[in-house]
């Protein structure tokens, strides 16, 4: 497994992926820890996650470089994610016992009350985009739960996969509650066959999503799925357009587009489209590209080169389908896995950007008539994950949020992940939540006690 700097194309570390019989090894040591660590109390695994936040703050700018170094993501974006696994980590140390209390429900019997246990070993397929938050983010309301982790990782992030599992050591957790699988998409398959494991969360594209779904349901294993999106980014004609353009370009180019939650789909009213279109392409044009490390650049370079073809491939067929090309189209010359900062308009229904979902720095814009083909065309995907609507108007941006497809729908402001709110999406963007109460509720056994008399 290598690992490989999308800014200079070469070569970082190469790591040795582990035999079918050392990952039979590793779930069973996880399963054995998992009967100790399920008895451990709320306090202990609190003061254990509190220990992991402070080393994550101490360490950000080691993490950052490497999450940097591995996949290409600006800095400072790789610094504040950093900080915002710490802030989960926290969060459920404080929160967890309360979440997972005991609920009382009256009945005509003497007492009954839900409880919640832990599954056991939950196995966690995680992505490269954002390599320690969408790890975090599993394990941390999972473990707090009693369950245990085990988790395969992306297989061009390898270096963050095993400095993750690093933290947790340092950190004081037990021998394998959180262990690190060094293997390939392939073989996702045995694993979950495996009896030892219980569930199965993955973030990644609708087609791993199938892959694994189907293969959890063989084996009748539980499965949270965070997919895909195409989110909408609805401006009314009375939004503020400088303002707006300013978080458009925001939106879209966090992570350089590769986020499932980035802003794709511009759905702007016709009366505001022109000014909108100007003011997103002198603020892109002048983007500058360069070393992700350095303070000043703005545009870093994709996480892999299929990711540039792909990315290009779907401008090129818009374009061809009638979309018309603003700004940017093209890779970056002489650079290591970089495409321009991209701007489509005139895109309609059946067009590649349209329909798809587009991971990297490509704005298209859609103009509508009113309300009504604003929602129309937001709900108009197959995917249904996040969204958000731009307007001076409260009243008329809820109504409108209330008619939008999505599992997240955010009002004059970015489609974000936070943990004190639940956050997935319906449609082909996946099922179930993570994160706030309902999150940590996904990978436990909901049991009813009822006691007559």
Request: aromatic residues 10%; glycine residues 8%; charged residues 25%.
């Amino acid at each position: 497994m290598k690992s490989i700097n999308p800014f200079t194309g070469q070569l970082i570390m190469e790591y040795r992926e582990h035999t079918i019989e050392e990952t039979g090894n590793i779930l069973q040591k996880a399963d054995g820890a998992w009967k100790t660590w399920k008895e451990t109390g709320f306090s202990y695994r609190a003061g254990l996650f509190k220990k992991v936040a402070e080393i994550l703050l101490k360490n950000k700018d080691e993490y950052a470089r490497l999450m940097t170094s591995e996949m290409g993501k600006l800095f400072r974006e790789s610094v504040a994610e950093v900080e915002k696994c710490a802030y989960c980590c926290d969060f459920y140390a404080d929160h967890a016992r309360d979440m997972l209390k005991d609920e009382v429900v009256s009945t005509d019997a003497v007492k009954s009350y839900v409880m919640f246990q832990p599954l056991g070993v939950i196995l966690a397929v995680m992505p490269w985009n954002f390599p320690f938050w969408q790890v975090f983010r599993f394990a941390a309301p999972t473990l707090m739960a009693g369950n245990v982790a085990v988790l395969k990782h992306a297989s061009n992030v390898p270096g963050c996969a095993q400095k993750i599992e690093e933290i947790f050591r340092l950190a004081g957790f037990p021998e394998h509650v959180f262990s690190t699988l060094m293997i390939t998409s392939d073989k996702v398959e045995q694993v979950i066959a495996n009896p030892v494991i219980k569930a199965v969360t993955l973030t990644g594209s609708e087609e791993a999503g199938i892959k694994v779904a189907a293969t959890s349901g063989k084996y009748l294993k539980k499965t949270v799925l965070e997919l895909g999106g195409a989110d909408p980014f609805i401006v009314l004609e009375d939004a503020d357009i400088e303002y707006v353009s300013r978080m458009a370009v925001t939106a879209r180019m966090i992570n350089m587009g590769q986020s499932c939650i980035a802003a794709k789909r511009f759905i702007v009213q016709e009366k505001i489209a022109g000014s909108f279109e100007k003011a997103v392409f002198s603020i892109m044009e002048m983007l500058k590209a360069g070393d992700p490390m350095a303070p000043e650049t703005q545009v870093g370079p994709l996480a892999r080169p299929d990711l540039v073809e792909d990315i290009d491939a779907q401008v090129q067929r818009s374009i061809q389908e009638g979309a018309r090309l603003v700004l940017g189209g093209k890779k970056i010359q002489g650079a290591c896995y970089f495409y321009q900062p991209t701007i489509l308009a005139d895109v309609k229904r059946g067009m590649t950007v349209y329909s798809e979902e587009t991971f990297g720095p490509v704005l298209s814009i859609i103009t509508c008539k009113n309300d009504e083909e604003a929602i129309e065309m937001a709900n108009d995907s197959s995917f249904g994950l996040g969204g958000s609507i731009w307007t001076n108007d409260v009243s008329r941006s809820e109504q409108i949020a209330r008619q939008i497809e999505t599992g997240n729908i955010f009002v004059n402001g970015m489609t974000r992940s936070d943990p004190r709110l639940p956050f997935g999406g319906i449609k082909k963007s996946g099922y179930g939540r993570e994160l706030s109460h309902f999150g940590i509720r996904e990978f436990v056994n909901i049991k009813t006690v009822v006691i007559s008399p």
